[in-house]
C-alpha cells in the first residue's frame, strides 16, 4: 500500500497505476515469525479505480527449516474518501486482510482512518508531508499492526523524473526512519532501520495498464 516508510499515508496510488516489486523485512520485530526469522515479500499494488487501491503481498519466511511453510497471503485495500485540499487533509479508510478463514492464519491485520496533509513551497523542489492515523484491532487475528495512533512526516525533493524522500515515523509501536529514491519515473528504492535499529527495504517498479 502507498505510504511511509512502514506506515500507511492517504495518499492513493493512480488510477490504471501498478507498483509491484519485492522487499526484505528484518525479524527483530516481526510478530509474524515471532521475531525468529527475516521475510521476503512479493508485492503489487493496483490503482482499481479513482480513489480505490488494491494490494496483495506473499511473505515467506528465510533460512525456514520445518518440513512445511505455507506462503502468507495478505489482501488490503484502501479507500479515500476525502481528496486533499488547500486547508483539508486527505483522509481514506484501510483495511489489512480483513478476511481469513483462521484467526492463526491472519498476519499483518489491521482496520485504520488515516490522514495525510502535504505543504508545497512555490519556487522550489520541496515538498512536506505530514500523516497522522488510529488503527484498530476490530478483526481477530494472530497480529496487527499499525493498533493505536501512527503518524510521520516525509520531506520530498525532486523533479517529475528523480525524487528523494526521507521519512521519520511512529508505527504505534516503534520509530522508524527511511530514505526513498524514485528514479526514471518507474523505479523506486527504499532502505530504512525499523525501531532505528533493524535495516528493512525493497525495490518496486510503476508502470500504467
Not at 494490494?55 to 479507500?79: C, E, M, P, W
Request: glycine share 10%; proline share 2%; with cysteine.
Amino acid at each position: 500500500m502507498t505510504g511511509y516508510f512502514n506506515i500507511p499515508s492517504a495518499n492513493i496510488i493512480e488510477d490504471g497505476q501498478i507498483n509491484v516489486g519485492s522487499s526484505f523485512i528484518n525479524k527483530k520485530y516481526l510478530k509474524y515469525t515471532g521475531m525468529q526469522k527475516d521475510v521476503a515479500a512479493l508485492f503489487l499494488t493496483f490503482g482499481f479505480i479513482p480513489n480505490v487501491e488494491l494490494s496483495g503481498r506473499f511473505t515467506r519466511q528465510l533460512k525456514y527449516t520445518g518440513s512445511q511453510h505455507n506462503i502468507d497471503r495478505v489482501a488490503s485495500l484502501k479507500i479515500r474518501f476525502l481528496s486533499e485540499s488547500k486547508f483539508i487533509p486527505a483522509i481514506a479508510l484501510g483495511l489489512h486482510n480483513p478476511i481469513s478463514g483462521l484467526e492463526d492464519a491472519n498476519h499483518f491485520n489491521s482496520t485504520y482512518l488515516v490522514g495525510t496533509k502535504s505543504f508545497y513551497f512555490e519556487g522550489t523542489n520541496f515538498l512536506f508531508s505530514l500523516t497522522v492515523g488510529q488503527g484498530f484491532d476490530w478483526i481477530k487475528a494472530a497480529d496487527h499492526q499499525f493498533i493505536g495512533t501512527f503518524g510521520g512526516l516525509l520531506i520530498r525533493y525532486g523533479n517529475q523524473v528523480n525524487i528523494i524522500e526521507i521519512m521519520v515515523e511512529n508505527d504505534a509501536e516503534r520509530w522508524n526512519a527511511g530514505i526513498r529514491m524514485k528514479l526514471f519515473c518507474f523505479l523506486s528504492v527504499m532502505g530504512g532501520l525499523q525501531g532505528m535499529d533493524s535495516f528493512s527495504g525493497n525495490v518496486s517498479i510503476n508502470f500504467s495498464l
